[in-house]
């Protein structure tokens, strides 16, 4: 089948959809980095909804995924939510006035102590939408040189670097289980694969 | 390379990891969704910070990829996080005394009408662990029968069929980006090649 005739599925288009009309927001809890906001929501069916959600933020994250000599570099972090040291791609806020390959090359070389000349956006993806609005860019950092920038972690982080030919062994890893890292690593395969470098 | 001589990476092996000493847990805010906790933690190399997080919870959540007639459904639902439409698959939390089973296929008749007759589990993922404890277990659903439970949507949730033989176009979708989702459908992808079906 040729490229033209992929269809878009679905076939059957529904109905376009009517948001609920947001009859008021409330905060209803603040801390120094949670704002927990109560919405009231009437559907267009009539239904009325309170639901609770984080305050929206336009601030978006970038994950960076770092190839050197055929090996992925991880970072193995401290993550007090799960009080656990987790096995990731290096990752952070996008600072006011940065785009994300900017923001990507500082991050990079704050976590792991490279800088990239060459970065490749592959997807940006959401987290848990009817709670949080963040958006995480997912970014490939190749064509490294060392640099290094100071962070703000409490602890040097321990690198990790895996094989190109063996990522996907990642995924057995009890440590490698975040959502964004487990779809990054899948999206890195795909695009490695697509420039017949798999 | 023999499947025997494929080696565990990475080779050289670091130290065993001490985590931080926590010195004390306060909660800061809380909703009736969520309690944010302040955590005072003592590393080992003697630094301190202090880092917020959501309480966390034993209870998991399910995410369920049901198959029928060579085709993925998938739920359109509003998400007030992001104010949007999301494509995604049928998910919730876990019911006190319910395993996953039993919870995926209570929210699969709620929200999909169907019960399955065969549920494999895939993988267990976390989401965010430096904020959040939360974990999503995905399952795949098949030889499904009509069922229906009554669920708390505000609103009927419009159901989207997607042939497996174009299921990676989801990717291309706008409204398809949360990555608990974008894991599972590489998962399931994943787990159908290796049982031959694609």
Redesign the interface.
């Known amino acids: 089948m040729s490229k033209d005739m992929?269809?878009?599925?679905?076939v059957n288009m529904?109905k376009p959809?009517q948001?609920?009309t947001?009859l008021n927001i409330e905060t209803?809890?603040?801390?120094?980095?949670?704002s927990?906001e109560?919405?009231s929501?009437a559907?267009?069916?009539g239904?009325?909804?309170v639901?609770?959600?984080?305050r929206?933020s336009e601030r978006e994250a970038v994950m960076i995924v770092p190839i050197i000599d055929d090996h992925l570099i991880l970072i193995?972090?401290?993550?007090?939510?799960?009080?656990?040291?987790?096995l990731g791609f290096s990752k952070g806020l996008i600072d006011p006035g940065e785009n994300i390959y900017e923001a990507a090359n500082r991050e990079l070389k704050e976590e792991v102590g490279f800088g990239a000349n060459q970065l490749t956006f592959l997807?940006?993806?959401?987290?848990?939408?009817?709670?949080?609005?963040s958006k995480?860019n997912i970014l490939v950092a190749e064509d490294l040189y060392p640099e290094t920038l100071q962070g703000d972690e409490?602890?040097p982080l321990?690198q990790?670097?895996?094989?190109l030919a063996?990522m996907m062994?990642l995924?057995e890893d009890p440590d490698f289980?975040?959502?964004?890292n487990?779809?990054a690593l899948?999206?890195v395969r795909e695009w490695l694969k697509m420039h017949g470098r798999l």
Not at 123 to 129: D, N, S
Not at 177 to 180: I, L, P, Q
Request: aromatic share 14%; no cysteine; charged share 25%.
């Open positions: 992929v269809t878009r599925w679905p529904n959809l948001k609920p947001i209803v809890a603040r801390s120094r980095l949670f927990v109560q919405v929501l559907f267009s069916n239904e009325q909804r639901y609770e959600r984080m929206p193995r972090e401290y993550a007090v939510g799960t009080e656990s040291y987790e997807k940006k993806l959401t987290m848990a939408p009817s709670y949080f609005s995480m409490p602890e321990i990790e670097r895996w094989p063996h062994d995924l289980s975040e959502a964004r487990v779809s899948f999206l």
